[in-house]
């Protein structure tokens, strides 16, 4: 089974700061990587995802999500976070229809 | 297009009462999902649907839990009798099988509170 790693529980930055989340993935084969946003009180809203068309993901509100093969790593990436960007980051891989997640990163945005 | 659509949004019971949670899909999504999230956690499968068949229910606890999705389209989730574990966020997710990769949409979820 595939399992990820989300490195941080909490991240805190800066207004305007960048934005690094951390994922890892294990997998043998290439595999179809997500990543999604969990406001309060609401459901997951998916942010952005790799099909291996690209390696560098750009997905809403800014964000985007590089995939490194040889680092089995797929982080997410936004150059300067705005306060609305406060909330749960979940990374997800796909096998099929299985959905294996993360345990979340919170991210904090400091004024 | 409207999205996953959950009721109730919250739920408060004691425990060992039943209690039952409701799950719209996107229209024409033929994959249904019911996760599990605890607090802190990424959400856990609990089972999935293909049309109206369970093909994977593998982390249902079945003493406690069901499910059904009759006609293929909005699917219950059923507890009965709550514990105060249970205390939770269910979420429900659609997907279209046919095309890789399988994207899911979540609804809001429904927050349940066993006292």
Request: proline share 6%; aromatic share 12%; charged share 15%.
């Given at each position: 089974?595939?399992?990820?790693?989300?490195?941080?529980?909490?991240?805190?930055?800066?207004?305007?700061?960048?934005?690094?989340?951390r994922?890892?993935?294990?997998?043998?084969?290439?595999?179809?990587?997500?990543?999604?946003?969990?406001?309060?009180?609401?459901?997951?809203?998916?942010?952005?995802?790799y099909?291996?068309?690209?390696?560098?993901?750009?997905?809403?509100?800014?964000?985007?999500?590089?995939?490194?093969?040889?680092?089995?790593?797929?982080?997410?990436?936004?150059?300067?976070?705005?306060m609305?960007?406060a909330?749960?980051?979940?990374?997800?891989?796909?096998?099929?229809?299985?959905?294996?997640?993360?345990?979340?990163?919170?991210?904090?945005?400091?004024? | 297009?409207?999205?996953?659509?959950?009721s109730?949004?919250?739920?408060?019971?004691?425990?060992?009462?039943?209690?039952?949670?409701?799950?719209?899909?996107?229209?024409?999504?033929?994959?249904?999902?019911?996760y599990?999230?605890?607090?802190?956690?990424?959400?856990?499968?609990?089972?999935?649907?293909?049309n109206?068949?369970?093909?994977?229910?593998?982390?249902?606890?079945?003493?406690?839990?069901?499910?059904?999705?009759?006609?293929?389209?909005?699917?219950?989730?059923?507890?009965?009798?709550?514990?105060?574990?249970?205390?939770?966020?269910?979420?429900?997710?659609?997907?279209?099988?046919?095309?890789?990769?399988?994207?899911?949409?979540?609804?809001?979820?429904?927050r349940?509170?066993v006292?």
């Open positions: 089974a595939q399992s990820v790693t989300q490195l941080g529980s909490h991240v805190s930055v800066s207004e305007g700061a960048l934005v690094l989340l994922c890892n993935y294990s997998s043998s084969v290439p595999p179809y990587l997500f990543w999604y946003v969990q406001y309060p009180n609401q459901g997951l809203q998916l942010l952005l995802k099909t291996s068309a690209a390696t560098l993901v750009k997905g809403i509100n800014g964000f985007e999500a590089e995939f490194k093969k040889s680092e089995t790593s797929f982080h997410l990436t936004k150059p300067s976070a705005h609305s960007d909330a749960e980051y979940f990374c997800a891989v796909s096998e099929g229809n299985q959905f294996y997640f993360g345990t979340g990163t919170s991210l904090t945005v400091i004024p | 297009e409207a999205g996953v659509v959950q109730p949004r919250y739920k408060i019971i004691e425990k060992k009462q039943p209690v039952a949670f409701w799950c719209n899909p996107i229209s024409g999504h033929n994959t249904l999902y019911w599990l999230q605890n607090l802190g956690q990424g959400p856990e499968l609990l089972i999935r649907y293909e109206e068949e369970a093909v994977d229910d593998s982390q249902l606890p079945k003493d406690r839990f069901s499910a059904e999705r009759l006609k293929g389209v909005d699917s219950t989730l059923k507890i009965q009798p709550a514990e105060l574990g249970d205390s939770a966020v269910y979420l429900c997710a659609s997907s279209s099988s046919g095309t890789l990769p399988d994207t899911q949409y979540f609804g809001p979820g429904t349940l509170t006292l």
